[in-house]
């Protein structure tokens, strides 16, 4: 590492599938506020992906290569590219999936965004869920290289105990804030795909049977790649950040069917932005509303129930709203930035040719 004052802290390299400038998914909007907000704290990082740069990202992007068609080297091509790239000139290298065919070291550090054993488990279809066993073995590969360990949260790390550090998901609080007015009529916003673990169907079999003979004029608001159909339903298909936020501060009630989350970062983003969660209870989204008060759980089959409950009374949304508030504080990206550069430090502890500023401003060996 070079000499520390006006040059950046920690040369760092991501390794990432996907970025969000073509595949704004939850993986990818992590690794870009996680490469901003360190940035921002003095490091030079450089990501390497299959997507191209974000506009105004102040981090560099190697893009490696035009992405393949779905098939087996489809599926394989994040590794073997990543296996290419020479990373002599960093000083950590960071891997945010699709390390498996890549050498183990001191420098290295791998963070699972949850488990391919519960994606297996919560799978639609049996191909999905043979593909993502068959990747849970490639998890456990990576385990088993040297170098440091994140998960993202202890739903994670019980499917990968060889993972010592959890390291939460982060937003930015900066941008995810109160704004605005609520809707004049009662709103309830959804986000994710109508199939699948994120059980979009369930939310409007919900809306459909509970909530609409109850609130003739409430709004079902789904963003997601598929147009759902009903009353009082409104489709937006994908959206940028900016008019995300706008939806989640208008929305009154944020819906969420999912039988399973990684994390659940939607529900500290709409906390953030000061609307109320109803959730169906995972362990992703129970990790994070764990006091009872910030949230509303409940069960697939009460979903309808609970949502109405919620829009009903204007004294709950109120206790939700103020708790929310309080608990997605805990979530800072910065916070997570933090957590990322004493695991990096970890990393090189006894190692004479690194150092680090200590907290007083000198500098640590």
């Known amino acids: 590492m070079g000499p520390i004052g006006k040059e950046p ?7 990432s599938r996907d970025l969000p400038s073509d595949r704004p998914n939850g993986v990818s909007v992590q690794v870009h506020r996680l490469a901003v907000a360190l940035c921002g704290r003095g490091h030079d990082v450089t990501c390497f992906s299959l997507s191209p740069a974000p506009e105004g990202a102040p981090y560099r992007t190697v893009t490696l290569a035009p992405r393949s068609p779905n098939g087996v080297y489809g599926k394989l091509q994040p590794a073997l590219l990543f296996r290419s790239v020479n990373t002599k000139d960093f000083d950590v290298v960071h891997y945010h999936g699709d390390d498996y065919l890549c050498a183990g070291s001191r420098r290295r550090v791998r963070t699972f965004y949850g488990s391919a054993l519960s994606e297996a488990l919560h799978a639609g279809m049996a191909s999905r869920a043979a593909y993502q066993g068959a990747f849970y073995l490639f998890e456990w590969t990576s385990c088993l290289r040297r170098g440091a360990t994140a998960g993202i949260s202890r739903a994670t790390l019980s ?12 937003v930015a609080l ?5 704004g605005g007015e609520k809707t004049a009529y009662p709103s309830i916003l959804f986000l994710g795909s ?18 609409r003979p109850r609130f003739p004029s409430a709004v079902l608001t789904v963003v997601g790649p598929e ?25 009154w009630v944020l819906c969420i069917a999912s039988s399973y989350e990684g994390f659940g970062v939607p529900a ?38 609970a949502l109405a409950a919620c829009i009903g009374d204007d004294a709950m949304r109120q206790r939700l709203r103020t708790a929310g508030l309080e608990t997605a504080r805990a979530y800072d990206i910065q916070a997570t930035a933090a957590a990322y550069e004493e695991l990096y430090r970890s990393a090189f502890d006894g190692a004479a040719d690194v150092c680090f500023p200590d907290d007083k401003g000198g500098i640590r060996q």
Request: with cysteine; hydrophobic share 45%; net charge positive.
């Open 9 to 15: 802290r920690i040369r760092i390299a991501f390794f």
């Open 268 to 305: 500290v983003e709409a906390m953030a932005c000061g609307t109320p969660v109803v959730s169906v209870r995972n362990a992703g989204i129970a990790e994070i509303a764990g006091n009872g008060g910030d949230a509303i759980l409940c069960g697939a089959g009460e979903l309808g129930e």
């Open 227 to 251: 147009r759902p159909v009903g009353d009082g339903i409104e489709w937006l298909g994908r959206i940028g950040e900016e008019r995300l936020i706008e939806e989640y501060r208008k929305a």
């Open 174 to 178: 900066d941008r995810y804030a109160p």
């Open 159 to 170: 499917c990968l105990p060889l993972v010592k550090h959890r390291i939460a998901c982060g």
């Open 194 to 211: 109508l199939c699948g673990r994120k059980r979009g169907a369930l939310a409007v079999a919900a809306f459909n049977a509970a909530v």
